[in-house]
């Protein structure tokens, strides 16, 4: 599956790196959260399974084997997906970065910006975490920094509004 | 009873005033009574910011086949009861006539005040349902106990539309539909006088485009045409029979037309047909050996089905013409029922020129475009207001991008849409490196882009041949993303987002360097570009 160029276990090193952008990382506390949430898949698929193979459902309890077998893969790669997150405000635009196995990169001109967007789930309000969401005309966008402390989501969406209006740009 | 303006009743929603419709503000002419009054077609009589209400006829071209169908009910009942009460009086059935009589009045009262309630509803409608062009803002309000008001921004109108149906086109009545950005956020003024409707649109994209004032001899020349009317009827079939284009609306070299015969022949060499001559190849053999003649049958509603597709999208496309106008893009078709619309300069955010195989023997290609609005015409037996060439071949391809992208096919870029169409390699577009064959075996040669200062040109696709062109003063945002196998072969892709539709620009298995290059530039210029363009306000001299 993985080639020759990521084999030395080096997920940084391998990374697509943008020239001069110092990335922000997320808070830390997001690996809880996200372990919380997918580990609850995970037992659920678990329970589920067993409970297929003991009514003798062989290929539903498989299919659901399997799921749990990834759910607690993904459980294993929160921490390594976590500190994949990167955010940069940049002079004229925001950077996004996010992913392991399929890394992405975007990037937002303010101007472009239609609403920002703060989202709260009830695990990250426990340790106090919102995800900040940029909406632009565009659908496939999509940029969403999860697990920022919830005053640097505040101020990073002040910020952002303020750049937004003061870069308004048409569609 | 539908309403076209389907507001969200909220914040928008005004109140009733008083009762209903005494606003001391209403002029009392309506638009364009018969087929052309010389006041509403008077350049700038509909665009003067006071309230005005729609075409008359409005409620029945509306609702026009409810009532209809409704009168026919009610005829035909009458007609059963006048039979019944013959036969009953002729077979002698004294209890049926008695009650017959018996319920005779109440049943005709009850007849009287239903049709008369929907006639005094229809009225109020009408009479409810108004709009208003201001400099700022197109406005419609409407209904009679849940008032609904839409406001369309000038500077934010993504197109006029201009729809005639079948039926109220015979009546001389048309459609005018105010796109604006976003899903199902348009502004209908259904129906307006055909030829208040075209001079409504020519002020509401006046005032839109910025400019100061209506060139006054133009004005003035508008205002002659309007021909003294020489009898309805005469005029209703002028109007019919005039050229789906306004010769005077385009310079006649600007326009782009397409041949029945080769839009024919570019629908047969298309999807559909090929799926049903596959069907007819493997059905006919399977029946003449097994000798089940039923599978016919099975086929039938496909069949029918593949048909109609195929007769509406080319009664659709008929009559297709692309023109450039001042005021933008003039796209219009349809034969029995017609539909056209002008997209002002900048509204369009991706094009994209494809060949379907089969049509590569022919040489023709068909231009696609994404824009902010959807619109809701589709939904009313008008093809979808993306397609902006159905078919043609390079010649047209060039015109009309030289029409919808004037800016564009200006500068070096239309040297590389030229090579873009049909090349594969070395001729100036930066490709996939040779490792990337295992992704793309076929096209991994034709795959690349260039990147102008006022566009990125993506081309793709050995079979189907894609071209894509991005203005890059639209783009949205830009992403650069690597899947596993992308990193094991250091290739990576890039996408430039734009609003949705149907074009999507994304070019995969580019060299990891160049991707981030290439990411880094689009990101970079789009800022630029997106800054210095005015075409929002095209008209506005500096």
């Known amino acids: 599956m993985s080639g020759p160029a990521t084999s030395d276990n080096g997920q940084v090193s391998a990374r697509i ?17 996200d372990i919380i949430g997918s580990a609850v898949s995970a037992l659920l698929a678990l329970a589920a399974s067993l409970a297929a193979f003991f009514f003798g459902l062989g290929i539903p309890a498989l299919v659901l084997a399997v799921f749990f077998v990834m759910s607690v893969v993904t459980v294993l790669l929160v921490p390594r997906r976590v500190r994949a997150y990167g955010y940069q405000l940049r002079e004229d635009d925001l950077v996004f970065r996010r992913g392991l196995l399929f890394q992405r990169v975007v990037s937002v001109p303010y101007g472009r910006m239609q609403l920002v967007d703060i989202n ?52 | 009873m539908t309403e076209p303006v389907a507001g969200e009743g909220g914040p928008e929603a005004i109140p009733r005033e008083g009762g209903p419709g005494h606003d001391p503000s209403h002029p009392s002419d309506a638009v364009g009574v018969g087929a052309g009054t010389a006041a509403a077609t008077r350049p700038g009589a509909l665009a003067d910011g006071e309230w005005h209400r729609l075409h008359p006829a409005t409620p029945l071209l509306r609702g026009g086949i409810a009532l209809i169908a409704i009168g ?23 209890l049926d006539l008695v009650i017959d009589n018996g319920w005779l009045i109440p049943g005709l009262a009850i007849t009287i005040g239903i049709v008369l309630v929907f006639v005094l509803g229809f009225y109020l409608s009408w009479r409810m349902h108004e709009f208003r062009v201001t400099d700022e803002v197109v406005e419609v309000r409407s209904g009679i106990l849940f008032r609904t008001s839409r406001k369309a921004r000038l500077d934010r109108i993504q197109g006029i539309n201009i729809v005639r149906a079948l039926v109220p086109r015979i009546f001389g009545a048309a459609r005018l539909e105010v796109s604006v950005a976003g899903q199902d956020a348009n502004v209908r003024l259904d129906y307006l006088g055909s030829a208040a409707a075209d001079v409504l649109r020519r002020d509401v994209l006046r005032l839109a485009s910025g400019a100061k004032a209506a060139p006054a001899a133009a004005a003035s020349a508008d205002g002659d045409s309007v021909q003294p009317r020489a009898s309805a009827l005469e005029q209703r079939v002028d109007e019919f029979l005039a050229p789906e284009l306004d010769p005077t609306e385009a310079a006649p070299e600007s326009v782009v037309r397409i041949h029945p015969a080769r839009l024919f022949f570019s629908i047969l060499l298309s999807g559909p047909t090929l799926i049903l001559l596959a069907l007819l190849a493997f059905g006919i053999p399977w029946v003449v050996i097994t000798g089940d003649a039923y599978l016919l049958f099975g086929a039938v509603p496909a069949l029918i089905g593949m048909t109609s597709f195929t007769v509406n999208r080319f009664t659709k496309s008929l009559r297709y013409s692309i023109a450039g106008t001042p005021n933008g893009v003039r796209i219009g078709f349809g034969l029995l029922s017609t539909s056209n619309e002008t997209l002002p300069p900048g509204r369009i955010h991706a094009v994209d020129v494809t060949q379907p195989l089969l049509w590569r023997p022919a040489g023709w290609w068909q231009i696609r475009i994404n824009r902010a609005s959807s619109s809701s015409a589709s939904s009313s037996g008008v093809a979808a207001a993306t397609m902006v060439l159905p078919v043609g071949d390079r010649n047209d391809v060039e015109r009309v991008l030289g029409l919808i992208l004037p800016a564009l096919m200006e500068t070096a870029a239309a040297d590389a849409v030229r090579v873009g169409m049909t090349g594969s390699g070395g001729d100036g577009y930066v490709g996939s490196p040779r490792r990337a064959r295992v992704l793309h075996p076929l096209s991994w040669k034709r795959n690349g882009f260039i990147f102008t200062d006022t566009a990125l040109l993506l081309r793709a696709g050995r079979i189907w041949r894609t071209l894509t062109i991005v203005p890059e003063a639209r783009l949205q945002s830009v992403s650069l993303t690597q899947s596993t196998v992308g990193r094991a072969l250091r290739v990576a892709t890039v996408h430039a987002h734009t609003v949705s539709g149907p074009v999507t620009a994304r070019i995969g298995a580019l060299d990891v360097d160049t991707a981030i290059e290439l990411f880094s530039d689009v990101s970079r210029v789009a800022i630029t570009t997106g800054r210095a363009d005015t075409s929002y306000r095209w008209g506005a001299t500096p």
């Open chain 1, 17 to 33: 790196e943008l020239p001069d952008v110092e990335w922000r990382k997320v808070s830390p506390k997001l690996i809880i959260v």
């Open chain 1, 120 to 171: 709260r789930g009830p695990i990250a309000r426990l340790v106090g975490l919102s995800d900040l969401k940029l909406v632009t005309a565009a659908a496939s966008t999509g940029v969403a920094i999860p697990g920022l402390l919830e005053d640097d989501a505040n101020q990073l969406r002040d910020r952002l509004v303020d750049l937004a209006e003061s870069r308004r740009v048409g569609l």
């Open chain 2, 72 to 94: 026919g009910i009610l005829v035909a009942n009458l007609r059963d009861r006048i039979l019944e009460s013959f036969t009953g009086f002729h077979e002698g059935d004294p």
